[in-house]
C-alpha cells in the first residue's frame, strides 16, 4: 500500500520555489481576491480564464472578440479594462461563454509560478469541489497561497488551514509541515467570524480603505457554493470535467 | 512627536529581502538551537562569537588559539569540531574568555544576511534583555526567523509572537504586518505548554530522533535567564554594554 498522501502549505510566493517538484497537485489561493473572482466568474458561465501575470501582456487581449479583459493592481482596478477583481463584478450573464483574460497583483502570478504542476484555483466559494477533487485523486498536495507582493498574508492562511485541517481528518493524508500545523491553528482561532478576526489584518485594511468591505464579506463568506473547479490546461483555466 | 515604531516579523530567509531596509533592529531568532547556544555561551563567559555561514570558512579557524570551533549541520554536531549546536555543551568554565566560532544550518546564515542592520541575537534565554533593549532605542523593530533551510518553522515563529506581543502591550510600538498578527496568534494558542505545542513540529521531530529532547526542553523553558544582549559589531556578536 502506498503511504498516505503530503500535505504542505506554502506562505508565500517567494517560498514555492522550495516545495516545488512538478509532481504535486499545486491549489493556488488568494481569497482576497483573484480565485474568488475565479470561482465566481466560472459560476456566472464563464469558459475559461487567462491567468497572466504581466499588464503588458494582458492589454494585448484588448479588443478581442469574447474576450474580457480584467487588472487589477495594489487592490485597484486599472483605467481602460473592462473589469477589475471584485467577485460582484462577475455576477451578470454578459460573461457567459467568454474567456477571462486576468492579471492581478498577486493570485496570477502565483498560477503562472506553479504551471508545471497540477494546478487548480480555489476559494471559500468553491471549497468542497477542491476537496472532492483533491480526494479523488493520488497525488500530494501543495496549498499556494498567493500571499502579499511576495509576503505572508493572513486571509490565505486561514483558508490554507481551513483546506490542511479538512483533509488531514480523513484517512489519506498526514502532513510534516510547520506551516500546515501553524494555518491550522490560525484557522481555528479565526473560524467562528474570519471577518472579525481579519479586522487588523493588512490587506483588509487596504479594501477597507477603498471601501470594498462587501467584497471581503463576500470573499470570506461567499452567498453561493460553486462545484467548479478550476483546472490549468494549456495555459488556460477551465472547469474541470468529473 | 514621532510615530509609534512598526514591529515587523519576517518568517523565513528568503523573504528577509522584502523587509531589509539597513535601519531596523533586527532581532535573529534560531531557538532550536543557535541562538540559544549564543545566550547560553555568553552566559558562561564566551567573549565573542564569530557566526560562519560556510564550513569551509569555520573549518579555517580550527588550532587557533582561544578559539572554540562548533558546527552544525542538519541538526547534528560534526566530527572533527570542537563543540556542536547543544547548549548543554557550553555550560562548562572552558569557554571563558575564548572565541566561539560557529555555524550552523540557519541562525548563522540569518546573521549574516542581516549584516547591514543593527543586528542582536535573542531566544527564551535572554528574552527580558531583548526586550529592555529594543524599549531603550528608537528604531522600528524586524524580528527575523531563522527557519528551517529556508522555510517557515513553527518555534521561531511562536518566539516571534510572544516578542511582538510584549513590544505591541507597551505604548511606543504598533504593527501593520500579517507575520506579526499571525505569530501573535500561534504563540496565545501556545504558551500555556510549547513543549506539547511543537510536539508535531517537523523539527522537534528531527531532534527526538536524535534523542535531543533534554535540548529542545532548555530552549523552550530555560533554567537560567541571562541579561546579556548579544549585538554584532564588525563581524562579531559580542555584549552589548549598558
Known sequence: MRDKRNINVCFSPELFPLFSDGKKIV?????????????????????????????EEATKYKG????IVAAERNAEALEGFDYGNSPFQYMND???GKTLVLTTTNGTRAINMAREHIVIT????NFNAVCNFIKNREEDVLIFCSGWKGNFNMEDSLFAGKLSDK?????????????ALASI?????????LFSYLENSAHRNRLKHLNMEPDTRFCLSPTFESDIVPILKNGKLIRHEK
Do not use: H, M, P, W
Open 94 to 96: 454578459e460573461i457567459k
Open 185 to 193: 491553528s490560525l484557522y481555528k482561532s479565526a473560524k467562528d467570524d
Open 27 to 55: 491549489v493556488v489561493v488568494d481569497v482576497l481576491r483573484a480565485t474568488s473572482v475565479i470561482s465566481t466568474a466560472f459560476q456566472y458561465g464563464i469558459k475559461d480564464v487567462i491567468a497572466i501575470q504581466s499588464l
Open 167 to 179: 483533509l488531514l481528518n480523513s484517512d489519506n493524508f498526514q502532513s510534516n509541515c510547520d506551516s
Open 64 to 67: 478581442e472578440e469574447n474576450c
Open 122 to 125: 480555489s476559494s471559500f466559494v
